[in-house]
């Protein structure tokens, strides 16, 4: 568990530690909070993003923080009247840094939510956290009062794909490969025909991995063999071992990192392809966190 206890580049707070050090130590209470402090930039209704569309490319958590200290700066007890502005996996991100900063073992997972869109998989990032017997999935963007149909405070990942709350995006895949559901089931909406299918499920497998090693990037970075043309070959092998660590196998886990580590076409090696809705196309580097002049 300590690896996931550890901060990543991503989660670090920086300059803000006393910020998360004063948030509570539970899911449920940080998610009370983050969500007066941070509104989705479709979802949230509470912004006028057109001005602010930049935030939506907030990589670190420490960049949400600085913005947020200079903008108010108060206790997030206080809401914001102009909360930052991010998506599914800045939520995600805020709270895994948050347990992580008291000491939970926690980590960001990406895939597909049922109880988001009726009858599709919409792309999702969810909180996955250890409370000390097993792992938790958690939805802190969402209020747990508000009629969903689920508890996002515990949302089961047992059972088949199609069938359970939240699905991580190699067992989609896994699944789609063995015909037992369909890519155009999956995607960003249902009404973007673009962003969905088999294509983006499998590069979502690229994402949901790399979370897991900590590097924690935004929804629409890309690097290696992503893209409409990827690696599907590569993608059933990587999924598998996603599927089974997720089942206990400690060697599966242990292969998965080794892999990720040494082999380009699954780590990003400090630098990714941003193609963000907020109009940004470029080059950044992981490093030093510089992004190049839009193409």
Known sequence: MERWREHTAFTDPGAYREVLAGLPGDVAGVGRLLRGVLTHYVYGGRVDVGQ?????????????????????????????????????????????????????????????????????????????????????????????????????????????????????????????????????????????????????VRDYVWLEVAHRLGVETLLWDSWGAMGRDGDSVLADEVAGLVVAADAGDAGAEEELAAWFWRDERLNPGGRVFCASPSGYRGWVDLVSRVAQPRL
């Not at 108060?74 to 009247?81: F, I, K, L, T």
Request: hydrophobic residues 45%; proline residues 4%.
């Open 52 to 200: 602010r569309w930049e935030e939506i490319d907030h990589r670190w958590v420490e960049a949400m923080l600085a913005t947020d200290a200079v903008r108010d700066g108060r206790e997030w007890s206080v809401g914001r009247s102009e909360p930052l502005v991010g998506c599914c996996r800045d939520f995600a991100l805020l709270t895994v840094a948050a347990l992580r900063e008291h000491g939970v073992a926690a980590r960001t997972r990406v895939g597909f939510a049922s109880y988001l869109s009726a009858g599709f998989g919409t792309d999702h990032v969810v909180v996955e956290y250890w409370d000390g017997r097993r792992w938790v999935w958690a939805d802190t963007q969402l209020d747990p009062g508000g009629g969903w149909g689920v508890d996002p405070l515990d949302l089961t990942h047992a059972g088949p794909v199609g069938g359970v709350a939240f699905s991580g995006a190699s067992q989609v895949w896994l699944a789609i490969r063995a015909g037992r559901v369909r890519g155009s089931d999956f995607g960003v909406a249902p009404d973007l025909p673009m962003m969905r299918g088999g294509w983006l």
